[in-house]
């Protein structure tokens, strides 16, 4: 299939109309868009052909593929067109049932979205059904520095929560009871605990500290290892910092623990990273695909006791990944826990924990602890 772009025949040969690509391109996008709330499959494909051209066309896409005589693409400065298809991408995905897609999507705007697309593009994430409620106000300080430790369920009754003042919250009477000393965290393992995901020159890595670093009710500590989880494309200042890890987590958390080492996720896959006992990396991290049993025992706040549920965090709310056999057929089941009120509840999302048997689902958002019965 062509696409026509206008060019002027003069008298010295072919010359570029000024407003091509993009007036071309800006006609393919508001085609997309108006198309999306109706027939969401053929606005994706047209906004897809809408990037890939641009990026075929112009250098500031990165890698253009058209040449014109000596230069390689044209300088086509901020494209709205470009802008405007990448919203829509978010809103068709989101349409066809892509949540995760449409996530991924919606993190990766450019520039070339304008304020009023990407404000409708971030309105495709309606609230879910999932009803929440209030389980009590809980100050954790920054809590940074141990995001994975911070929630977490002792029982199906009872749920734990780090900070100045740790409590044990059950869950049947919805009492709150300040903590003596704070029981030992599941991301605990032997002498060694595991913070956080952050992205490092190889790729995505799990951060290891010792253990006595992470068994006060707050604190920051000290990086001993950081197996890798998944490789990346180097990043920019590497070269200059080689081991300077940043706050990018890539959508990769740490589960828990287990006896083949630490069980991680991103909303698409599973994996296990095999440490030996000072936290080093002792091989490389292997996929377990929807179909094999999780690694049993598993210690930790992110997954049920049996690997059939899992959580990842993500700006706009948690996803809830089960892992399922259905008629014969083995996959994933993913869905978004978007609470009403979820945007409107103050403070950012900074931790989330899943019952032992799967079933419920504690939320720390802002300084407030919310529960979700599944």
Request: charged fraction near 20%.
């Amino acid at each position: 299939e062509s696409v026509p772009f206008t060019w002027l025949d003069r008298p010295s040969g072919f010359a570029r109309e000024r407003a091509e690509p993009e007036r071309t391109l800006g006609q393919m996008a508001n085609v997309a868009k108006r198309t999306v709330m109706r027939a969401p499959e053929t606005a994706l494909a047209m906004a897809d052909k809408t990037l890939s051209l641009h990026a075929a066309f112009c250098r500031e896409a990165g890698e253009p593929r058209v040449s014109f005589g000596d230069s390689r693409g044209l300088e086509c400065g901020s494209s709205s067109a470009a802008g405007r298809a990448e919203a829509t991408r978010v809103v068709a995905l989101a349409k066809t049932g892509d949540t995760l897609g449409a996530l991924s999507a919606l993190s990766a705007l450019s520039t070339n979205v304008s304020d009023e697309d990407r404000g409708w593009a971030e309105g495709s994430f309606p609230a879910s059904a999932d009803e929440w409620q209030k389980l009590a106000d809980h100050a954790t300080g920054d809590g940074r520095e141990v995001r994975l430790g911070t929630l977490w369920f002792e029982d199906n009754t009872h749920l734990i929560a780090r900070g100045p003042a740790p409590v044990s919250i059950d869950l049947t009477s919805g009492e709150s009871t300040i903590l003596p000393a704070l029981p030992e965290p599941p991301i605990v393992s032997g002498e060694l605990a595991v913070l956080d995901v952050r992205r490092t020159c190889a790729g995505y890595s799990a951060i290891i500290v010792g253990k006595a670093a992470v068994t006060f009710a707050v604190g920051v500590a000290q990086q001993t290892a950081a197996p890798l989880i998944a490789r990346a494309e180097s990043r920019p200042g590497c070269d200059a910092v080689p081991n300077r890890p940043t706050d990018d987590h890539g959508g990769w958390t740490v589960l828990g623990w287990a006896p083949q080492g630490l069980v991680t996720a991103n909303a698409r896959e599973l994996r296990i990273v095999p440490v030996t006992a000072r936290g080093v990396a002792a091989g490389e991290p292997t996929v377990i695909p929807p179909g094999t049993p999780a690694p049993a025992p598993i210690r930790g706040a992110g997954i049920a006791a049996d690997g059939s549920r899992y959580v990842v965090m993500t700006p706009r709310g948690v996803i809830l990944v089960t892992r399922t056999r259905l008629d014969g057929e083995v996959g994933t089941l993913s869905r978004l826990i978007r609470p009403e009120g979820f945007e409107q509840s103050e403070g950012a999302l900074r931790a989330v924990a899943i019952s032992p048997d799967g079933t419920k689902l504690a939320i720390l958002k802002g300084d407030a602890i919310y529960l979700v019965t599944l």
